[in-house]
């Protein structure tokens, strides 16, 4: 009979169990554990909450007498059980893995002590105790037989409780970094992909490129390997905008073979993957463009800015036309509660020189440069951005752009005041009959940056740009 609520309510959930295996014949195999200790455990437990008493030789609370009794299974322990369960368990079957090891709670707490004591290699002090009512009907002992398990399953505790707790405590006294996310990339492998391992590796925040590629592999393939790579976050940073022989995004513009690479790697692949990461449960992350926007009448030089909750006004090109949808999608995901943080960049810029895709790479070379503002993406700054936004699982759409648009122009003429005096471009102003063109034809914007600056703050671009430019001076 159980003794207290928890109790019942542990048998309950047995009876459900049972129940449901024999109605619908399930096939089901149960595992009984109790007090299981070990490295990384949750910090509200009593054995990681005792050890950082033990480390300031605090007063140990104590509920009742401490004399209750309680069987310590070390948690390497209880992983093997549960594989030999897995493996060898007879269906309908119920297994109790346990020790026959006992400590009461006062005494655990005086073990915890002396090794905490032993490993800071400190003058062992007896610990202090401070009695608190305890709680109704605590049971004063929970012990198990394991002999069924060890006939059936071969399997019994190995691991005894000092050395149990000599790696516990030693595992809580070393220095451990806090991670919060662990990521797969995918299209790792391109420009603004590189940059972000850069960022992420900088950072010290786990990754991994993901193998499969989406419209290449089945969908089938795609999802098994994410479901194995053990993430908790997921970045799409696929894209075309280049091929053989062609380095633009004209690219894509022809007949039906170009519709289908600029459908599968502009959208497809962004969608299918915002699809699997919710069925799946990791946050999304969708580096997108904002070449789906142009100057127009409500949206002049130096006038009002496109927002997040604008759609795409640009059509110019095949690139921009399936990108604008594919936007589209991510904001209806977003409107439906998807965890997806859809973000938009533009032109994006970094440091390295070495990259010909880099922005700045290219427009150092140029004679010519258009001399009207536009929003940059300075990448380190934005991913940085990014990266805390992904920490707190934020979501929705993001113009992910440095404040205060700056011309191409300016920007290289900034690089010439503090890094190479020898470049000189000749600026093409926007009353020429060129510029006007270039604004008729190309995605030349203003993206606005109000919502970025309260989520996650970033230089103003030319203020990026200097700062930059002088670390590149510098180095």
């Known amino acids: 009979m159980p003794g207290n609520p928890y109790a019942a309510t542990k048998i309950a ?9 024999k109605q619908y014949n399930l096939p089901i195999v149960t595992a009984r554990m109790n007090n299981i200790y070990g490295p990384n455990q949750w910090d509200v437990k009593v054995v990681p909450r005792f050890i950082e008493i033990a480390k300031v030789r605090g007063e140990y609370t104590i509920q009742g007498t401490g004399k209750q009794l309680r069987s310590w299974l070390f948690v390497d322990d209880a992983s093997a059980g549960l594989k030999a369960v ?77 050395e149990g707790m000599r790696i516990t405590v030693a595992s809580a006294l070393k220095e451990h970094k806090h991670v919060k996310m662990h990521v797969a990339i995918y299209g790792g492998k391109g420009y603004v992909g590189q940059e972000l391992q850069h960022v992420l590796r900088a950072r010290e925040i786990p990754y991994v490129l993901a193998t499969k590629k989406v419209g290449f ?30 380095n633009t995004i004209e690219y894509l513009e022809g007949g039906p073979d170009k519709v289908f690479i600029n459908v599968r790697d502009n959208m497809y692949s962004a969608t299918i993957l915002a699809h699997m990461c919710r069925k799946i449960g990791l946050h999304y992350t969708y580096i997108g463009t904002g070449y789906m926007f142009a100057y127009d009448k409500q949206h002049s030089i130096g006038g009002a800015e ?17 990108k604008g949808f594919t936007d589209r999608q991510m904001n209806y995901f977003n409107q439906n509660g998807w965890e997806n943080l859809n973000v938009r960049i533009t032109l994006p810029l970094s440091l390295d020189l070495d990259q010909p895709r880099n922005l700045l790479s290219k427009i150092i070379k140029y004679k010519e440069l258009f001399d009207i503002p536009v929003s940059l993406t300075i990448l380190p700054d934005c991913m940085n951005a990014m990266c805390n936004l992904m920490e707190q699982r934020t ?22 005041e503090i890094v190479d005096e020898t470049v000189n471009p000749t600026p093409i102003g926007v009353e020429t009959e060129r510029a006007q063109q270039l604004l008729a034809t190309k995605g030349n914007c203003a993206l606005d940056t109000e919502k970025l600056q309260k989520l996650a703050p970033v230089l103003s671009a030319k203020d990026s740009l200097v700062k930059h430019f002088n670390e590149m001076k510098a180095n």
């Open 13 to 21: 959930g047995e009876a459900y169990v049972r129940a449901y295996q």
């Open 86 to 162: 897995t493996e060898k368990g007879k269906l309908n079957e119920i297994y109790n893995l346990g020790t026959y090891y006992e400590k009461n709670v006062a005494d655990l707490a005086k073990t915890i002590q002396e090794e905490v004591d032993r490993q800071l290699d400190r003058p062992h002090q007896p610990p202090r105790y401070k009695s608190i009512p305890d709680r109704p009907y605590n049971d004063l002992r929970y012990l198990i037989s394991i002999e069924k398990a060890k006939e059936d399953l071969g399997w019994e505790p190995t691991t005894s409780f000092d």
């Open 217 to 246: 592999d089945s969908d089938e393939e795609v999802e098994r390997e994410l479901a194995l790579l053990g993430v908790t976050h997921v970045i799409c940073v696929t894209g075309r905008t280049h091929g053989p022989g062609c």
């Open 306 to 322: 496109f927002k997040e909750e604008d759609e795409p006004t640009f059509f110019g090109s095949a690139y921009s036309v399936v």
């Open 395 to 416: 979501g929705g759409t993001l113009n992910l752009v440095n404040p205060e648009p700056i011309s191409l122009y300016e920007v290289v003429k900034i690089y010439k």
